[in-house]
């Protein structure tokens, strides 16, 4: 967290600055402005939440691929053989984690299944490209939102099964071990 500001000459550095933030900011205007000036946060405090915000709003959305220099192009995996699309799988996985991309919940995916995910879904999914994220964007590879079946199959512990069973008045399907357990990168922040 930022150091309260002190010396006065440092003052009146944050008010110029927070009122050139709240300027550029001024497009954008909306209730997360509104609520900030309603919490009286420190001015250096405030000031990198404005900054932040700006980054935000002044992100290109860009596909995923093109946020690489050079962009991503994979290759094809019907040209590949199983070894290889290992290799280049675990390439990609660590090329998106350098972005702060982290890939959740593949254990039920063959290498190809979800080399092909990345390729066909990710890599072209358009997304803002922040210079700096202060987290982890996550892709969730059982389409959770979509296809619970996978999520309870796999991934669901026993009290989210149980909660899931209560709320649907039915049986969650039969709690399997995923096929292909495999050591991704992963948010730092997270427990396992």
Same mark, same amino acid.
């Given at each position: 967290?930022?150091?309260?500001?002190?010396?006065?000459?440092?003052?009146?550095?944050?008010?110029?600055?927070?009122?050139?933030?709240?300027? $550029? @900011?001024?497009?954008?205007?909306?209730?997360? !402005?509104?609520?900030?000036? *309603?919490?009286? &946060?420190?001015?250096?405090?405030?000031?990198?939440?404005?900054?932040?915000?700006?980054?935000?709003?002044?992100?290109?959305?860009?596909?995923?691929?093109?946020?690489?220099?050079?962009?991503?192009?994979?290759?094809?995996?019907?040209?590949?053989?199983?070894?290889?699309?290992?290799?280049?799988?675990?390439?990609?996985?660590?090329?998106?984690?350098?972005?702060?991309?982290?890939?959740?919940?593949?254990?039920?995916?063959?290498?190809? $299944? @979800?080399?092909?995910?990345?390729?066909?879904? !990710?890599?072209?999914?358009? *997304?803002?490209? &922040?210079?700096?994220?202060?987290?982890?964007?996550?892709?969730?590879?059982?389409?959770?939102?979509?296809?619970?079946?996978?999520?309870?199959?796999?991934?669901?512990?026993?009290?989210?099964?149980?909660?899931?069973?209560?709320?649907?008045?039915?049986?969650?399907?039969?709690?399997?071990?995923?096929?292909?357990?495999?050591?991704?990168?992963?948010?730092?922040?997270?427990?396992?």
């Amino acid at each position: 967290m930022a150091e309260i500001i002190k010396n006065p000459a440092d003052e009146i550095n944050a008010m110029i600055r927070n009122a050139e933030l709240r300027s $550029e @900011l001024e497009p954008y205007y909306d209730e997360s !402005i509104v609520s900030l000036d *309603e919490r009286h &946060l420190p001015l250096d405090v405030e000031n990198e939440y404005l900054e932040m915000m700006l980054a935000w709003e002044m992100a290109p959305v860009l596909p995923i691929s093109q946020w690489f220099d050079p962009p991503l192009c994979p290759r094809h995996p019907s040209f590949m053989t199983q070894e290889e699309v290992r290799l280049e799988l675990r390439k990609l996985a660590e090329a998106l984690y350098e972005k702060q991309i982290v890939l959740d919940f593949t254990d039920h995916l063959s290498d190809r $299944e @979800l080399y092909l995910l990345i390729c066909q879904e !990710i890599l072209p999914s358009k *997304e803002k490209m &922040l210079a700096v994220r202060d987290g982890y964007l996550h892709w969730d590879c059982a389409s959770v939102g979509e296809n619970q079946e996978i999520w309870l199959t796999y991934y669901a512990s026993d009290e989210e099964r149980e909660i899931w069973e209560e709320m649907n008045d039915r049986s969650a399907p039969l709690k399997l071990v995923p096929p292909y357990l495999r050591d991704l990168p992963s948010d730092p922040n997270e427990e396992k």
